[in-house]
């Protein structure tokens, strides 16, 4: 078997590259005959050659075969590219997956009609043929289903969202919601109903005495938490899948399994992926900006409202990540303080900032 993949939108060395060059239409395409040349060749499209970029970078993998080596070097078992449902009618698929949903987020015009929405799918691994059916792979189901608990692996990776009266989960509660849905329809719900219940007040703006609303959390600050747990929830397991807790006074947002990277490195850690699949596609979506700079962000966006640094608890199974409305600082831990001056010093480090007295004066809000 063979897999055809092709690069679009550069140029390079012919002689390092040792690839066929057609400088009509600046398109190089390389024939992967098995998994070791396919090994080669993914590294030789990371960092391999010196690509001079003339237009927007597309890999791009022919329909007319469907061959991955880390899918099929995958574990076996439990994990995002293994099958969930198989010997399923296109008319089932479609009943199963939210197409339209993809379709709006990653802005393709395709037809309406059935066929060719099955055929979009299988194109972008969506979804498998097999013979005169289909096979749905863990991650797309993940990603579209119209409701998780049609896959039993999926069942409890619903989102939960609960707002309680108090600062604890002995509060009466307020508001208890779950989304059923896979990631593209569930993310902006999930977002857009966090923001509504999260506490906002007015602010007069001092240049055109505007009444602004100012939120407690920095949306940003939302969406980039949510993101990361979307999109690094560990689908080999069998817990729960995200809680948010909104408080009085903070939010907890929870998800299974614990962090690729240490707690201390979240800011300068190299960008490490736990579902490749999923990731991919949140990035085509829109939906994380695939960079690995969404926790300096975070303690950015944090840092310039003078509010209280993130908490990061790593249980077993799980990770939770806190944000506070607002915190003093005589009411910090000393833990709390310790963690908030080291992010800060990590981030100005990357910013190329010095960290001295007078930053930790202004991010810890204090005078003189």
Not at 8 to 14: A, E, I, M, S
Not at 171 to 198: H, M, N, Q, T, Y
Not at 293 to 322: C, F, Q
Request: glycine share 4%; aromatic share 8%.
């Amino acid at each position: 078997m063979s897999a055809e993949w092709t690069i679009t939108g550069l140029t390079y060395d012919r002689e390092k590259a040792e690839r066929t060059l057609d400088n009509n239409n600046r398109q190089a395409s390389c024939s992967v005959l098995f998994s070791a040349q396919c090994a080669s060749f993914n590294y030789f499209m990371a960092s391999e050659v010196n690509l001079s970029m003339e237009g927007p970078l597309i890999w791009e993998k022919s329909p007319r075969s469907f061959i991955d080596v880390e899918e099929k070097e995958a574990p076996e078992g439990r994990n995002e590219r293994s099958i969930v449902a198989s010997a399923l009618s296109g008319l089932e698929v479609l009943r199963l997956l939210n197409t339209e949903a993809y379709v709006r987020l990653s802005r393709m015009e395709i037809a309406d009609n059935k066929e060719d929405q099955l055929r979009y799918l299988e194109k972008f691994g969506l979804i498998k043929k097999s013979g005169s059916a289909y096979e749905l792979p863990l991650f797309s189901a993940y990603l579209l289903a119209r409701n998780l608990s049609d896959f039993n692996q999926l069942a409890k990776k619903r989102v939960r969202i609960v707002s309680y009266g108090g600062n604890d989960n002995l509060s009466p509660a307020i508001c208890d919601i779950e989304f059923k849905e896979g990631i593209v329809e569930a993310f902006p719900s999930v977002f857009k109903e966090v923001v509504r219940l999260i506490p906002r007040h007015e602010k007069i703006d001092s240049g055109s005495g505007r009444r602004l609303i100012e939120f407690s959390i920095p949306q940003a600050v939302i969406r980039e938490v949510l993101s990361n747990a979307f999109a690094h929830q560990d689908l080999s397991s069998e817990e729960d899948g995200i809680v948010i807790e909104i408080f009085k006074n903070r939010v907890e947002i929870t998800n299974s399994g614990k962090p690729v990277l240490d707690q201390l490195h979240f800011l300068d850690g190299a960008p490490t992926i736990k579902n490749k699949r999923v990731f991919t596609e949140m990035k085509n979506l829109g939906l994380v900006d695939g960079q690995g700079y969404g926790w300096r962000k975070i303690v950015k966006e944090l840092e310039s409202r003078s509010l209280p640094a993130p908490e990061i608890k790593i249980r077993k199974n799980s990770i939770t990540v806190t944000i506070w409305f607002e915190k003093p600082l005589k009411l910090l831990s000393l833990d709390q303080r310790n963690w908030t001056v080291y992010l800060h010093t990590v981030l100005r480090y990357l910013l190329n900032e010095p960290a001295n007295n007078a930053s930790l004066r202004q991010r810890l809000n204090l005078p003189e």
